[in-house]
């Protein structure tokens, strides 16, 4: 099956730093990504929906500027937490459509835990 | 927009007992309809998938049911083992290639043994 990676799996950083996180789709394209936040014990709340070579979509409640999303390749897409603080600790974790006609699989990446102190 | 509600939140039951979870969505042009399984700090793991064109899928002990009329969709685990403990989410989508599935909030399932 189709495999997105992303990276850090772990970071660490002080309030008021910036956080970047990447999310590559290794052996297919992907034109949409989507960036899901997961805080513990609770389910995947979608973010925002990443578009290659547009903006990003962001669902309702997200501040688009505290989260910079930019998708600038087909297999690229990265998610940047600006000014962090330790409420936005949490688990984020992207995901891809597969390019299948035939499947309606999303295929998810490892996750990165942000913790921010 | 879709929402997706899940029950029961925790499932507790004895090794080789069944056990069953229950999803209800609201968008009724919803078409696809994936149970996945997720131990702590990994990624969702897709476990078993329905599309709305057909009533029942069963993969060995997972099975998945859907009443599209009534908006509901389950997924059942016989002979349940100690490594089927974990926290299981039900989700929906209306697939187009561009939109985002719309998860239940989460069943934990643990398994005695």
């Known amino acids: 099956g189709a495999v997105v990676s992303q990276h850090p799996s772990r970071v660490i950083c002080k309030s008021g730093t910036s956080v970047k996180i990447e999310c590559r789709s290794l052996?297919?394209?992907?034109?949409?990504m989507f960036w899901y936040r997961q805080f513990p014990k609770k389910s995947l709340m979608l973010m925002a929906t990443?578009?290659?070579?547009?903006?990003?979509?962001?669902e309702q409640g997200v501040e688009k500027d505290k989260f910079l999303i930019n998708h600038a390749s087909l297999t690229l897409s990265t998610l940047t937490v600006t000014s962090a603080h330790p409420e936005d600790s949490s688990f984020y974790i992207c995901?891809?459509?597969?390019?299948?006609?035939?499947?309606?699989?999303?295929?998810f990446g490892p996750g990165t835990r942000l913790t921010v102190t | 927009g879709e929402n997706v509600e899940q029950h029961p939140s925790t499932l507790s039951v004895q090794e080789g007992d069944s056990a069953v979870i229950k999803c209800t969505y609201s968008?009724?042009?919803?078409?696809?309809f994936p149970w996945y399984k997720q131990e702590l700090g990994k990624r969702p793991q897709l476990i078993i998938d329905?599309?709305?064109?057909?009533g029942e899928k069963k993969d060995q002990r997972i099975a998945v049911t859907l009443n599209k009329t009534a908006k509901h969709f389950s997924l059942h685990i016989t002979e349940t083992q100690p490594e089927d403990s974990a926290v299981y989410f039900c989700?929906?989508?209306?697939?187009?290639?561009?939109?985002?599935?719309?998860f239940g909030s989460g069943t934990r399932l643990q398994v005695q043994p």
């Open positions: 329905i599309r709305s064109n057909v």
């Open positions: 995901s891809a459509p597969g390019t299948s006609g035939s499947s309606y699989e999303q295929y």
């Open positions: 990443s578009n290659e070579g547009s903006k990003a979509t962001y």
């Open positions: 052996d297919f394209q992907a034109t949409t």
């Open positions: 989700a929906s989508l209306l697939y187009t290639g561009r939109r985002a599935l719309t």
């Open positions: 968008d009724s042009a919803s078409n696809y």
